[in-house]
């Protein structure tokens, strides 16, 4: 508990400096206030790595595998140490309070944000983002879990209503905020954009009725940012921070709301209250708590648990002989590579939306590949088929100055085109938010970007701009567009920053042929109390060879050689915050190709560099298929430590992959502002068990590089015990799953439902045995208000995946 006397430190203040505490001071940061010694505290979005307050290349950020990519895991120590690294991220950038971890629910796999979630079952969500709670607050940063409650689809998330049973709320949304908050401790909990069952998220009773009062909820509970709708039923709720400011309904209005007697002044003392408690735990009040020494990580120390994490997280789904022996890992002895696919040398490391920072650099699977194979083995490159459409911002490495320097010159012009500042960047992607290097926002009226384009290879290039609003492009001073951009009719905002529109110009270069570029945003108007957000990029890409060429090329690559890679994956076209996905299958001909070089080449790896399931109707044509997702900052450097077999493939599915959109799936499309829930209890795993329905992969699945017998169960009190035996030629690690059934139950249930997990390590015919701990509520079900035990036995299963049961006994 803090030493001070917070109830003291609340009563010195005037109502108008409490109620200025409420709204943040800014995008990120929250009000200092001198008359209390309360500091400046900063927030920053973080499921991937902590942004801090710029949002590009100037202030990089160590790019951890995405959220399902940890959840894959299964390893809540790894996810802790992870939590650790982020806390250290976020203290070297000056920030208090992380924004994670999401865990919300993989509802269905449509869901745009699905990549930055961490599974479809509540247990293992609960089980990895406590664990990362535990990683960050252990060094006095808070985390913030998210977003509170049903927020599970990204169509009209600011406005839909979820409709959703209590039974279902209890026992699949809001378990895992339960196990955050109680048995981790958080300290800061965000409330959704949407609404549940006629009540928005950030006015709920939920928060101060489950919150507060039932799980004992003492941290700050703060909105989306600009889901803050209302003045008096917020504060007289469970809200207690509006973000971000300064904007907002609380200020003014609300100080107006407690002197006419609308709002009790002891609503805000509580909020004001909870403010200062979090204050004191990241060590934002003077004479408190100071910030706990965060433990230092150097760049080589961080990138090493990246690229370990990575492979932790890689989930191997298949993995076939070859001529009698698995081709993975790679046999000693070949000679020639062919890497092929669209995410090979441009793969995704992570997803859009909050979930975006800059990394200081990656490690592309290509790249990866080449170092570890070394100069002995031949490694041939080609792009087989396209895995977007748009244009991608442009390679810093082909940008330099009309001066010959390295990047792009910014300029930021008034009304009468005056220059009033000048800026020089190494990047090519833009996100202002009023900080413009000193110039006044309300004067810029044009942003005007200056680059010399040297093309590194003869083709064709596209040259443009991603952005929304007007853009005038000119090559070699010659006018090239001058066009309008908008987003389509109802548009999440945020898909004008992971998908904005896009004009663009077709110029043909030879190598080293260079192009001037200039391209000018005119700034809409605005008034000098409004946020300035403009978010911009310099688009360019090349096209060597077409399609039908580039196919040709992969598959005579793949003939030649002893092994292909193909790394497939999707693209911020389909997965990101702002939009769901309307298909499941792979953008563009990624299917073609993996069935042509399957054809030509026995023996092809596809690497699947996607946050959320993909189709994958080649699955039993390839000999192995390894699923990536989002992987971080080092992915090629994991991706050839798995495949050249110095770790294993770590990871098992967090969540089930259809084999086909046949079966229905649930909707994340509203009908009339509404989405129905009326799946219920039966999400993932659970839908396909009770609709007896085979998916291409099931939650839990995955292969490592060796082979396990499963030999005893026993149940003793609370604990099972599963003893275990390698039966492979090599150490190796399993998860030890174990479920709960009722088949013979009078109330609705799922077939079966996951209790708890643990790894096991062996050495060959060396036998371990994991203890897992059932906690009373894995028994219980939610009836009339209450958690409810149906007396009778229940039946303890446990297998490899929720569709592999190995043994079982009654309990």
Request: one cysteine or more; proline letters at 7%; hydrophobic letters at 45%.
């Amino acid at each position: 508990m803090p030493s001070l006397d917070l109830p003291a430190l609340v009563a010195r203040l005037t109502l108008e400096q409490k109620v200025r505490l409420l709204t943040g001071a800014d995008f990120w940061a929250l009000y200092d206030e001198p008359a209390i010694g309360l500091r400046r505290m900063v927030t920053s979005d973080g499921p991937a790595g902590v942004r801090g307050e710029l949002w590009d290349e100037r202030d990089p950020s160590t790019n951890i595998p995405s959220p399902t990519a940890i959840a894959a895991s299964w390893d809540p120590e790894l996810t802790a140490t992870l939590g650790q690294l982020l806390a250290h991220e976020a203290r070297r950038k000056g920030v208090d309070v992380v924004l994670a971890p999401t865990v919300n629910l993989h509802r269905s796999p449509y869901g745009g944000r699905h990549f930055e979630c961490l599974s479809e079952d509540p247990v293992l969500t609960g089980s990895i983002g406590a664990a990362l709670v535990e990683g960050l607050q252990s060094q006095g940063v808070a985390a913030t879990v998210k977003h509170f409650v049903a927020n599970d689809s990204e169509t009209d998330r600011l406005t839909y209503d979820a409709q959703v049973d209590d039974r279902t709320l209890r026992e699949l949304y809001l378990a895992p905020f339960e196990t955050i908050v109680r048995d981790a401790g958080v300290w800061s909990v965000m409330a959704a954009y949407n609404s549940v069952n006629g009540s928005t998220m950030t006015e709920s009773p939920m928060l101060r009725a489950i919150l507060h009062e039932e799980w004992g909820f003492d941290g700050v509970t703060m909105t989306d940012w600009y889901a803050g709708r209302s003045t008096e039923a917020a504060a007289r709720g469970g809200l207690d921070l509006i973000m971000p400011g300064p904007t907002g309904p609380w200020r003014e209005a609300l100080v107006d709301a407690v002197r006419d007697g609308r709002v009790d002044e002891t609503d805000v003392d509580a909020k004001v209250l909870r403010l200062l408690l979090l204050a004191t735990r990241v060590g934002a009040l003077a004479d408190g708590p100071g910030s706990r020494a965060v433990e230092p990580w150097t760049d080589a120390e961080s990138d090493a648990l990246v690229q370990r994490a990575a492979a932790a997280g890689f989930v191997l789904v298949r993995n076939a002989p070859v001529g009698g022996t698995p081709v993975l890992p790679v046999r000693p002895g070949i000679k020639r590579v062919a890497v092929i696919g669209p995410n090979a040398r441009e793969a995704r490391f992570l997803g859009g939306g909050s979930a975006l920072v800059f990394p200081p650099a990656t490690v592309s699977p290509l790249a990866g590949l080449v170092a570890a194979l070394g100069p002995d083995v031949e490694v041939t490159y080609c792009l087989g088929a396209r895995g977007h459409e748009r244009v991608s911002a442009a390679d810093p490495a082909l940008l330099t100055t009309p001066d010959g320097e390295p990047g792009i010159r910014v300029e930021f012009r008034g009304s009468g085109g005056e220059v009033l500042g000048v800026d020089r960047r190494l990047g090519s992607a833009f996100n202002w938010n009023n900080a413009f290097e000193g110039v006044d926002p309300a004067l810029i009226t044009e942003i005007a970007l200056d680059a010399v384009v040297t093309a590194d290879q003869t083709g064709d290039y596209r040259i443009g701009a991603s952005g929304v609003g007007r853009y005038r492009l000119r090559l070699d001073d010659q006018p090239a567009f001058d066009e309008l951009l908008e987003l389509p009719p109802g548009a999440d905002p945020v898909e004008g920053l992971m998908r904005p529109p896009q004009e663009w110009a077709t110029v043909a270069l030879t190598a080293g042929q260079a192009v001037r570029v200039s391209l000018v945003h005119v700034v809409k108007d605005h008034t000098a109390d409004e946020d300035l957000l403009v978010s911009m990029q310099l688009a360019v890409d090349c096209t060597v060879e077409d399609d039908d060429a580039s196919l040709a090329h992969a598959v005579a690559d793949a003939a030649a050689a002893d092994l292909a890679v193909v790394v497939v994956g999707t693209s911020e076209e389909v997965e990101s915050e702002g939009f769901d996905r309307t298909s499941l299958a792979l953008p563009g001909r990624q299917d073609e190709l993996v069935h042509r070089v399957a054809a030509a080449r026995p023996e092809t790896v596809v690497v699947v560099n996607a946050g959320a399931p993909v189709l994958m109707p080649w699955r039993d044509e390839v000999a192995a298929t390894l699923l990536a997702w989002f992987p971080g900052q080092e992915f090629g450097g994991a991706l050839a430590d798995v495949l050249l077999g110095r770790v294993e493939p770590g990871g098992r599915l967090p969540t089930t992959w259809p084999a086909s959109e046949d079966a229905a799936m649930p909707s994340t499309t509203p009908v009339d502002g509404r989405l129905d829930y009326t799946e219920g209890l039966h999400i993932g795993y659970r839908r396909f068990l009770r609709d007896g329905v085979e998916p291409a992969y099931w939650f839990g699945h995955g292969l490592g590089y060796t082979t396990w017998s499963y030999d005893d169960l026993t149940t003793s009190g609370t604990e099972v015990a599963v003893t275990v035996t390698n039966t492979g030629d090599r150490a190796g690690r399993e998860l030890v799953q174990v479920y709960l059934a009722r088949p013979d139950s009078a109330v609705e249930r799922p077939v079966r439902w996951l209790v708890g997990h643990a790894w096991v390590e062996a050495e060959p015919n060396a036998s371990a045995t994991a203890r897992i701990g059932v906690p009373a509520r894995a028994f219980e079900h939610w009836a009339d208000g209450g958690w409810v035990r149906e007396p009778g036995a229940f039946t303890v299963e446990v297998g490899r995946s929720a569709g592999d049961i190995v043994l079982s006994v009654e309990v």
